[in-house]
Structures are given as C-alpha cells and as structure tokens.
C-alpha cells in the first residue's frame, strides 16, 4: 500500500493530477482560467497578464510544495520568465512577423538564448526553469484539442495518408539518422518533428524519451526555420506543378510541420479561388495530430522496454510492472485527456474548451522554451555535433516532401475521385 501511495506523490503522477486539473477548470469554470494577450494596448490586457502570471505562479508553487522543492525564490523567477514569454507573444503577433509563420515557440527561445549568453545566470533565477514541468502539463492540455470525431467527420482519406506518411517517413528518418550517426536521442525527436507535426510532436518526444533540452531547442529551431520557406515554395510548385487543390492540400498538410504554416500556404495555393486547399491541408494536419497520442504511446513502449532491457549496461529484466514504472505517466495523462474529450463531451463542447486549453498550452510552451533558451548556450546549439542531425532532418524533410506528394496524388487525385464517380 506504501509503494502504490509512493508511486502517485511522484513528480510525473503529480503532473497528470495537476494537468487533470486545469482541464476541470477549462470544463466547468472557463472563465477561470487566464487568456495569454496578443497585445498590451488596454489596461484588459494588462490584466489578463497578470492573471496568467498569478496562475502559472500558483501551478508552479503547489506543485513545487508537494515535491519538496525549494519556494523562495519562484515568485521573482517566474516573473522573470513570464516577461520574456510575454514579449516572445508580442512579437509573434506583429503582423509581419506573423504573416512570415513565425510562432511565440521560436521567439521564446531566442529570447532566453540572447540572456544566458549574454548575462550569466544567478543560481536564484534558477529557481523557476522547469521546462520538463511545463512541457508535460501543457502536453496533457494539449490531449484536450485532439477529438477523434473531428478526424473521421473531416474524412478517411486524410487519415489514411497520415497513417501511411507518418510511419514511413518516420522510419526513413530514423534510419538515416542512425547510417549518419546522429545519437539515439537527437533522431527520436528529429523523426517525430518531420513526420508527425512538427514543434508538438518534438516536444512530446523530448518528454517521452527524457531526452537533452538543448537537443530539443536545436530541433525546434530546425523546424521553425525551415517550415518558413516551405511555406511559399510548395504552393508554387504545386502549380507548376497543375496540381489539383485537393491533392496540393493535402500535400501541403503532410509536409509542413507547423499548423499556422500549412494554413498559411493552404490560402496562398487557393490563390482567392475557393479554399479547397487551405481546407485540405488543415484536416490532412489535423490528422497527423491526432496522431501524435498514437506515436507518443509507440515511442515510449520502445524506448523504456529498451532502457530496462538494455542488458550490456546490466538493466532489470524488462518484466510488464518495471516497463510501467519506467513508463512516462504524462503519456498517459494525454491520451485520457484526448479520450475524454473525444467521447465524454458534447463535439462542440469539447471544441469549445479546447480553444481555451490551447491558448494556456501555448503559454506554457512559451515559458518552456524560455527555460530551454535560459539553460542553453549558442556555442552547443552551432556547434559541430549538430551538422549531422542537420544533415538529416533535411534528407528526412526532402523525403517527405516526395513521398507526401505520391501519397496525396494517389488518395486524393485518383481513388477518392474514382470512388466519388462510382
């Protein structure tokens, strides 16, 4: 009985519960919780920092108090934090700079990169840098967004090309990763990244695997930049290419690992005639979403099966109760959350707690990769270790690209038009 109450006091069991409840709060007291503002034009949005502020502060504190870590220095650290996420939200939310798909992730990191490397951190500030805990809460939030009746009413079709892409591309990626000797860690996520969904499912990985920050901040980074020009280049190939929208868009919805890009290139393939694409490439994405819980789950099975059986190192026979033990509970928490919502709630309900879910989850990335920037120094990130997983993120993304491509022009240029004509 004493090992079964010790097993929920510990740090992962206390994420789930306190994720449990912001999610309560989300369901029944939406007005609780606090909205992230894009602006700081009127004393309202003032406010509405604060109150983030006040409740991430409390979040951290508990949770803190319950683990036994140490409080006095969190209020003045997180302040800290939060003002550079703050900013990071502000600049994202330029137009320019939103019209270029540059999201609040990117700006977080760079923002904390820019003070540790040129400030050296006092050990108080250090107080408050938890990415993991941000990381996993805003994960389990993000289990909320993922509804499975929005994936099969928005078609088969496109969750029949995420399913083909994903565990292909992800293989492929994995396997070049390991013929260019990129280490286990570093390809997991780059894997993830290129063929699920981007920033999301890198940051799951990371979490799953329990996996090196500054490892994680570099993918992120990758990501990020290249998703950029992808963004305006494939919807100009796709009419050189005369593709058809449906099939550009659901090109564009497997390749592009950012949602706010694929939107983006989406319109811009639409060229103002219709929005087939843009409607295309976001439910191929959505799909790919739904299933990051799949991947998570996948990827966490491997990976603790083969840390516990790792005989070389003289690990524990993986027997079913050490995997469990060893099991990232976070996972668990996430794939609740999407269950739940997918089929305890009403469809719009759900959708409606979402949109309030995904602002804090958003947040609470921010305030992650802030963390990340904090603990992180340029010199690791450009270092030459990195060439390789470079190297091979960008021979995963061009494989991608290719075989997203065939797979589209397949599904949606010649078996769901044959299947529409019969």
Known sequence: MKNWIKQFTSEDWIIVFAGAVILALAAFFPDLMPRMPKTLTSVNDWLSAGYMYLFVLVLTMVTS????RPLKWIPLSLLIIFALTLCAQLLANIPVVKEFGFESVFFAVILGLLISNCFRLPEWMKAAVQSEFYIKIGIICLGSTILFSEVMKSGAYGLVQSLIVVFSVWYFAW???KKMNVDPEMRTMLSSAVSICGVSAAIATCGVIKGDNKKLSYVISLVLIIAIPMMYILPWLAGLMNLSPEVTGAWLGGTIDTTGAVAAAGTLADHGHGDTAAQ???IVKSSQNVLLGLAAFIISLMWTYQGVGDKKNGQEKPTLGLIWDRFPKFVVGFILASLVFSFCFETETAKAVGKVTKGFQNTLFSIAFVCIGLETRFR??????NRKPL???LTAQTFNIVVTLV?????FGLIKPAIAGM
Do not use: D, P, Q, R
């Not at 690791?380 to 270790?385: G, L, P, T, V, W």
């Not at 797979?407 to 599904?411: F, G, H, L, R, S």
């Open 175 to 177: 396997w070049v990763g």
């Open 280 to 282: 295309t490439a976001v």
């Open 407 to 411: 797979v589209a022009y397949i599904i």
């Open 380 to 385: 690791e990130i450009f270092s030459k270790e």
């Open 391 to 393: 190297a091979a993120f």
């Open 65 to 68: 108090a319950v683990l036994g």
